[in-house]
T-cell receptor, first 115, second 113 residues
Framework: GAVVSQHPSRVICKSGTSVKIECRSLDFQATTMFWYRQFPKKSLMLMATSNEGSKATYEQGVEKDKFLINHASLTLSTLTVTSAHPEDSSFYIC???????????FGPGTRLTVL | AQSVTQLDSQVPVFEEAPVELRCNYSSSVSVYLFWYVQYPNQGLQLLLKYLSGSTLVKGINGFEAEFNKSQTSFHLRKPSVHISDTAEYFCAVIPTGGFKTIFGAGTRLFVKA
């Protein structure tokens, strides 16, 4: 099956710093990637839909300037949490859609802890 | 708009017992249906999906699910669970012609020895 990787798997940073999370589709091209946030013992909350070569579409309530998304190629999307604060601590998961397959493939997630 | 309801937040069950995790959905259009499993601190892994055809779908790890259109349900079943099945299970839908996945709140399956 298709593989999606995320890097880093875990990151701890100081409050006020920015953190970049990468999401890569390893063996297929993904025109669309999705970024989710998951709170402890909760479901996934869609943050934004990222399309290659265009601006991301953010869900209501998600700050565009806080969570910068770049989808520069068909295999890479990045999420940058800018000026991170403790309340941004969470598990961030990306997924990529293999066009025409009606299925999303999920990355292993990135655990962000902001001190 | 679509919504997914997982009726049980937690399901404790003894090893080798059968289990059913319930999922109901609401949608004004046809949907594709999915079940995912999430182990601690990991991403989601697809268990099975229903796109069309036979309403009984078999997936990995011995799981199966049945699509019931009249009851708008897609319950997940396994005849005999193992300790290693302990995980969070998410039911999800994608509207046909759409691309956003709508997840249920999840059901924590806890298998006891």
């Amino acid at each position: 099956g298709a593989v999606v990787s995320q890097h880093p798997s875990r990151v701890i940073c100081k409050s006020g710093t920015s953190v970049k999370i990468e999401c890569r589709s390893l063996d297929f091209q993904a025109t669309t990637m999705f970024w989710y946030r998951q709170f402890p013992k909760k479901s996934l909350m869609l943050m934004a839909t990222s399309n290659e070569g265009s601006k991301a579409t953010y869900e209501q309530g998600v700050e565009k300037d806080k969570f910068l998304i770049n989808h520069a190629s068909l295999t890479l999307s990045t999420l940058t949490v800018t000026s991170a604060h403790p309340e941004d601590s969470s598990f961030y998961i990306c997924s990529a859609e293999d066009w025409g397959d009606n299925e999303q493939f999920f990355g292993p997630g990135t655990r962000l802890t902001v001190l | 708009a679509q919504s997914v309801t997982q009726l049980d937040s937690q399901v404790p069950v003894f090893e080798e017992a059968p289990v059913e995790l319930r999922c109901n959905y609401s949608s004004s259009v046809s949907v594709y249906l999915f079940w995912y499993v999430q182990y601690p601190n990991q991403g989601l892994q697809l268990l099975l999906k229903y796109l069309s055809g036979s309403t009984l779908v078999k997936g990995i790890n011995g799981f199966e699910a049945e699509f019931n259109k009249s009851q708008t349900s897609f319950h997940l079943r396994k005849p005999s669970v193992h300790i290693s099945d302990t995980a969070e299970y998410f039911c999800a839908v994608i509207p046909t012609g759409g691309f956003k996945t709508i997840f249920g709140a999840g059901t924590r399956l806890f298998v006891k020895a």
